[in-house]
């Protein structure tokens, strides 16, 4: 074995333990913000781009086959104005008056004195309430307001 020094290439500078290199918070370019002054900026806006739909359009950014959930009206942080559920939205098939039960098919679906639910007219879902089963009419309630839904006789 030998005990001399490796040899090193032509041009090579061997650094030893005493040598000290800047580091990359000393060196100028370091700094993102700072650029030097001969550099030109390689980005120039000529037209700035926008895109803008109409409000009732569906956005072509949610994904295919996608629906957003309806809002319930009034329910929302500007109580806004509610709406009217239309008469034609209720189909009352048939009404049994029990002694002390009322029962009555609204939109096919058994329901019965005072029971809530959620009548969906396009968008918009509205909270109703059967307020009266009576002979030949159920009375539907939604806030005040009263809607009366007579038996449809075939």
Same mark, same amino acid.
């Given at each position: 074995?030998?005990?001399?020094?490796?040899?090193?290439?032509?041009? $090579?500078?061997?650094?030893?333990?005493?040598?000290?290199?800047?580091?990359?918070?000393?060196?100028?370019?370091?700094?993102? *913000?700072? %650029?030097?002054?001969?550099?030109?900026? !390689?980005?120039?806006?000529?037209?700035?781009?926008?895109?803008?739909?109409?409000?009732?359009? /569906?956005? !072509?950014?949610?994904?295919?086959?996608?629906?957003?959930?309806?809002?319930?009206?009034?329910?929302?942080?500007?109580?806004?104005?509610?709406?009217?559920?239309?008469?034609?939205?209720?189909?009352?098939?048939?009404?049994?008056?029990? *002694?002390?039960?009322?029962?009555?098919?609204?939109?096919?679906?058994?329901?019965?004195?005072?029971?809530?639910?959620?009548?969906?007219?396009?968008?918009?879902?509205?909270?109703?309430?059967?307020?009266?089963?009576?002979?030949?009419?159920?009375?539907?309630? /939604?806030?005040? $307001?009263?809607?009366?839904?007579?038996?449809? /006789? %075939?």
């Amino acid at each position: 074995m030998s005990l001399t020094p490796p040899l090193f290439a032509v041009g $090579e500078k061997v650094r030893t333990a005493g040598t000290k290199t800047k580091t990359a918070e000393t060196s100028p370019s370091a700094d993102p *913000n700072t %650029k030097p002054p001969d550099e030109p900026n !390689p980005l120039v806006l000529k037209n700035k781009s926008s895109f803008q739909f109409d409000a009732g359009v /569906r956005s !072509p950014f949610w994904p295919i086959g996608w629906k957003p959930a309806a809002q319930v009206p009034g329910s929302s942080a500007g109580g806004a104005a509610q709406g009217e559920v239309p008469a034609g939205a209720f189909l009352v098939t048939s009404i049994t008056l029990g *002694n002390p039960n009322h029962f009555a098919i609204v939109n096919g679906k058994s329901m019965s004195e005072g029971q809530q639910f959620g009548l969906q007219v396009g968008t918009q879902i509205f909270q109703v309430t059967i307020k009266r089963i009576e002979d030949g009419r159920v009375i539907i309630g /939604r806030g005040a $307001e009263e809607i009366v839904v007579p038996l449809r /006789r %075939k």
